[in-house]
């Protein structure tokens, strides 16, 4: 059996994480645009984990607290993967 808690308490440790070092990368001036594509491209990665683990949840009944936790770490992953988009999209202006 999967043990979706255990998988989503390291998600959420990753996202944490993720969420203090993304904007350190992207404040670099020394990141270049394949660097900031490379992250993008994971960071949407992860945002399809995180739904595809929400879903999963949802599908086995697991309480509403626990879709909370689920949807705040996919709604982190969707952020800094705008903010990415958005260093991108000036890096290209």
Known sequence: MTDWIGI????T????????EVPKMLA????????VK???AALEEQA???????????KFGHDFPVI??????EERYADLAASAAEKLK???S
């Open 68 to 73: 909370k936790e689920a949807e705040r770490l």
């Open 13 to 20: 440790a990753n996202g944490d994480q993720m969420g203090r």
């Open 38 to 40: 490379t992250l993008f």
């Open 8 to 11: 989503l308490k390291e998600q």
């Open 90 to 92: 000036g890096m290209r």
């Open 28 to 35: 670099n001036p020394d990141i270049d645009e394949a660097q």
């Open 48 to 58: 399809d984990f995180a739904e595809k683990l929400r879903l999963a949840l949802e």
